[in-house]
């Protein structure tokens, strides 16, 4: 009996203005296109061989992100983030993530897994060495990733939108920064916070749980 064979999918192809929104956002992350810098749609175009069309509907994509602002009759110009800015949302995470740590420390039936392979891919990364801007990416995403899955383990998906929310803003703030170092610091703070939370032997006691979430953004407001 023959086995009928399953097409392959192809992977869906970039529209003009998706690609040029990758090139523009990358462009930002990595420093290159600097605060206030303001930005040539004619430029653009040039460097990506695109439509000025996708171009502008880059452009505007990349202002809903809040990685641009657009001055009437002068264009679009990079947005930087300001030091009340990162307080700010310093601030946000310390009261969001120690709402977190109280919920997730009361909870008797709790998966940690999706936190756990986070921060596993977490490890990988600080071990393989490199630090390009690529490897960058890949962290600050796991790393947020890590936080968004301890708010799904507490049953706060919310919480973990609004975590998501400014993925942006916390790469534009932490990625010129980040190093080799940091990575294992990083993923080093998160394993405590995991075993806070589930300690190998015993009950989970809350202020550890919160002791280990507050270490941590005390430690990232100095990496910041």
């Known amino acids: 009996m023959s086995i009928p064979i ?15 929104a990758d090139y523009i956002r990358a462009k930002i992350f990595s420093g290159e296109y600097h605060e206030n810098m303001k930005l040539s749609e004619r430029k653009l175009q040039q460097e990506l061989g695109c439509g000025l069309n996708a171009i502008r509907q880059a452009l ?42 109280w919920h997730l420390a009361q909870k008797k039936e709790l998966s940690l897994q999706e936190a756990i392979e986070c921060n596993q891919r977490l490890w990988r990364i600080a071990e393989s060495g490199v630090c390009d801007e690529v490897t960058k990416q890949r962290f600050i ?17 919310l919480i973990a939108d609004w975590i998501r929310g400014l993925e942006n803003r916390i790469r534009l703030v932490a990625m010129p920064e980040l190093t080799v170092d940091q990575f294992r610091d990083v ?3 998160h394993q405590q916070i995991l ?30």
């Open 141 to 157: 995403a796991d790393d947020i990733e890590f936080h968004c899955a301890l708010a799904r383990a507490a049953k706060f998906p």
């Open 60 to 101: 505007t994509q990349l202002q809903v992100e809040n990685l641009l602002t657009v001055e009437p009759q002068a264009g679009h110009f990079v947005r930087g983030v300001s030091g009340e800015e990162s307080r700010e949302i310093l601030g946000a995470r310390f009261a969001l993530d120690t709402f977190l740590a």
């Open 6 to 20: 399953q097409p392959v999918e192809k992977p869906a192809r970039l529209s003009e203005s998706e690609v040029a």
């Open 195 to 224: 075993e806070a939370i589930r300690p190998a032997e015993g009950t989970t006691d809350q202020e550890k749980v919160r002791s280990a979430i507050r270490h941590h953004l005390a430690n990232t407001s100095l990496r910041w």
């Open 187 to 189: 993923a080093r703070e």
